[in-house]
């Protein structure tokens, strides 16, 4: 599961780009006033480390951590999936704020090599891979509640696309334009490289302002067993 | 080896879990509505291999 880092698991004396966690659980969630159990969510390290050799050998330089804690950012999509918390979550964290950031073609090409670690782990037979994250918000500012209808329909219609060139030569300027929250789309760019030569279907578009934030579902329906 | 048997990307809120019913309803019902669908793929897919979802 792939989301923005939020200054709950780094800050900014210490920083990377994508961390990954490798523990055998992960607390979560940390904030109080969410309507989410707290538990320790089992992890699954062979996966993880599995990913976090692979995607090395690749030429990513991930960060690792054996005590990540899993915040809003995964634990408002997970507890949707697994309402028990009891599937087991390998936690990746973007620096999806601060910069200097990864561009979304980066984004493209880490999402390909994650892809590929998992399609090569003997362990398991049948993984899920999840983004969570976005789309366009504004977080701390004054266009805070602003939500950019016209950026995050753009976007998702461009997931739609199995050749995703435009988007991937977005600028980060121009992507920070459209919220400084919005760059948790990354996380949505690397699943979209781990499904390279897919394209998206978009399952629901919101711009719930009450939330302060576009909301959105998109799924790759090629990844889905035949029978399903 | 594994296969990745369902890619998803989703938004998330503090919102969606904090105060939910905050949300105007028909908005509400088609973002969860559509993550309903997810978990149903997840639980006929059987992720991790294991019956967790069910």
Redesign the interface.
């Known amino acids: 599961m792939i989301?923005g880092e939020h200054f709950t698991n780094f800050f900014l004396d210490n920083l990377p780009q994508i961390a990954i966690g490798l523990g055998e659980g992960h607390q979560g969630?940390l904030?109080k006033?969410?309507?989410?159990p707290k538990v320790i969510v089992p992890g699954?390290p062979g996966?993880a480390s599995h990913i976090m050799e692979q995607t090395v050998s690749a030429g990513f330089q991930p960060a690792l951590s054996y005590k990540m804690k899993a915040d809003?950012?995964?634990?408002?999509?997970y507890?949707?999936?697994?309402p028990?918390m009891?599937?087991?979550m390998v936690p990746i964290v973007l620096n999806c704020t601060t910069k200097p950031l990864m561009t979304l073609r980066q984004c493209y090409d880490f999402g390909k090599a994650l892809?590929d670690a998992?399609?090569?782990?003997?362990?398991?037979?049948?993984?899920?891979?999840?983004?969570?994250?976005?789309?366009s918000?504004f977080v701390g500012e004054p266009r805070v509640g602003d939500i950019d209808e016209e950026f995050d329909r753009w976007f998702v219609g461009q997931?739609e696309k199995a050749d995703l060139g435009d988007l991937l030569d977005t600028p980060n300027d121009e992507l920070m334009q459209a919220g400084n929250g919005t760059g948790?789309v990354r996380?949505?760019v690397a699943?979209?490289g781990?499904?390279h030569g897919h394209a998206?279907t978009t399952?629901?578009y919101?711009p719930?302002y009450?939330?302060?934030?576009?909301?959105?579902?998109?799924?790759?329906e090629d990844?889905?067993?035949s029978?399903? | 080896?594994?296969?990745?048997?369902?890619?998803?990307?989703?938004?998330?809120?503090?919102?969606?879990?904090?105060?939910?019913e905050?949300?105007?309803r028909e908005?509400?019902a088609?973002?969860?509505?559509?993550?309903?669908?997810?978990?149903d793929?997840?639980t006929?897919?059987?992720?991790?291999?294991?019956d967790?979802?069910r």
């Open positions: 989301s969630p904030e006033w969410l309507k989410i699954e996966l809003h950012g995964f634990m408002t999509v507890y949707e999936l697994d028990l009891r599937l087991p892809g998992i399609r090569s782990y003997p362990g398991l037979d049948r993984v899920a891979l999840c983004a969570a994250g976005g789309l918000h997931l948790e996380a949505w699943v979209a781990a499904m998206g399952l629901a919101e719930i009450e939330w302060i934030n576009g909301m959105g579902v998109v799924v790759y990844s889905l067993p029978t399903v | 080896m594994a296969e990745i048997v369902m890619a998803y990307s989703a938004s998330h809120a503090p919102m969606m879990a904090a105060d939910r905050s949300a105007p908005q509400a088609s973002f969860f509505g559509a993550l309903r669908q997810v978990r793929r997840a006929n897919s059987e992720v991790g291999g294991r967790d979802l």
